[in-house]
């Protein structure tokens, strides 16, 4: 399995930047992204079920970001907007074979995945 991240790039707060993961092998049972800063550890942002579409979201991007999935390109979308200069990270996309039940937490945690993508940096400032 394969995950490649697009899309990042530079933008000033309160605005949007959708990024993607394109992923080439079997279709996970869990995509989500996770993001990183220097000197911090990594930190879950979104996940999303693929069969179903289920979600979960970390706390601090609930309402702002959005995760969706296209069957048909095999790609996980992260709609982000009203972005804050804290939003600011490398984020990751990353996958499982497992389908974990709504409201595990699994969902968050990193070691649960086993496939990464390289990374994509995503700046916000004006």
């Known amino acids: 399995v394969q995950l490649v991240e697009s899309g990042g790039g530079l933008v000033q707060p309160g605005g949007s930047l959708r990024i993607s993961c394109a992923v080439s092998?079997?279709?996970?049972?869990?995509t989500g992204w996770f993001r990183q800063t220097p000197g911090k550890d990594r930190e879950f942002v979104a996940a999303?079920?693929?069969?179903?579409?289920?979600?979960k979201y970390a706390d601090a991007v609930k309402g702002r970001f959005i995760i969706s999935r296209e069957r048909a390109k095999k790609t996980v979308y992260l709609q982000m907007n009203s972005l804050k200069t804290e939003d600011a990270a490398v984020y990751y996309c990353?996958?499982?074979?497992?389908?974990?039940?709504?409201?595990?937490?699994?969902?968050?945690?990193?070691?649960?995945?086993?496939?990464w993508g390289q990374g994509t940096q995503v700046t916000v400032s004006s």
């Open positions: 990353a996958g499982t074979p497992r389908a974990y039940n709504s409201g595990s937490q699994y969902y968050g945690d990193q070691l649960k995945y086993d496939d």
């Open positions: 092998g079997r279709t996970p049972g869990i």
């Open positions: 999303i079920r693929w069969f179903d579409g289920y979600t």
